[in-house]
């Protein structure tokens, strides 16, 4: 028995048609599919193809002509079909889980891929925010030493020109006293003469007393 088309699909009848109409549709599929009916230069082919059919034909009406063979042909074809119907149902089910599956897993998949690249994304944005803190930090740093440096050449350059300063005030304080004090002696002669004898004596003073300190020294060292 056929698993595909059965005996009345090849005579294009029902399951319930009359003794009478299976004798009509032999008749007709007959006619139809009968070799003789090919045009002269058929290839061999589609001859032997149409002999096919034929051979089909005439067995459906074999089997669907007799009472005892059709019962028979029923009989097999309603347990055939209970059973195909209930295969066809676990098929179903059975694809339709497995289809189910594979949406899953397809699902977890693109679900996973989202994941990865939205974390290479967080990942490669927190890189990219710790350069930009680098560089900000690294420009701040910059900028303090730049500073500092500037103000250490402003305090160097200020003390430098306060030391200027004040040693031009000393030397100008000093040429003004030096100045004055010429101008007194030239007023007053005597002055100067004292401040020589006054030098004088006080060198003498200034050499006796180093003499005596080196001979006090002297006799320590030999007792």
């Known amino acids: 028995m056929a698993t595909g088309r059965s005996l009345y699909d090849t005579l294009g009848i029902t399951q319930s048609a009359s003794a009478d109409a299976v004798r009509k549709a032999y008749k007709l599929k007959a006619l139809q599919t009968h070799p003789d009916k090919l045009p002269l230069g058929t290839p061999e082919a589609e001859i032997e193809a149409a002999k096919a059919r034929f051979r089909e034909v005439h067995t459906a009406f074999e089997v669907l002509s007799d009472p005892a063979k059709r019962r028979a042909y029923d009989n097999g074809l309603e347990y055939f079909r209970r059973h195909v119907n ?56 910059l900028r303090y030493q730049e500073r500092v440096r500037a103000l250490e050449e402003e305090l160097t350059a200020k003390r430098e020109a306060e030391r200027r300063e004040e040693a031009s005030m000393r030397t100008e304080s000093y040429d003004m006293a030096e100045e004055m004090l010429r101008d007194l002696r030239k007023l007053n002669p005597e002055w100067e003469i004292r401040r020589k004898e006054v030098l004088r004596v006080g060198g003498h003073i200034y050499f006796a007393n180093l003499e005596a300190e080196i001979s006090g020294y002297s006799g320590k060292r030999r007792e």
């Open 86 to 141: 209930v295969n066809m149902g676990e098929m179903q089910t059975k694809l339709a889980q497995a289809k189910l599956a594979k949406e899953r897993a397809e699902w977890a998949r693109q679900a996973e891929l989202r994941h990865q690249e939205r974390m290479r994304a967080l990942r490669e944005e927190v890189l990219a925010s710790q350069r930009r803190y680098q560089e900000t930090m690294a420009k701040a740093e």
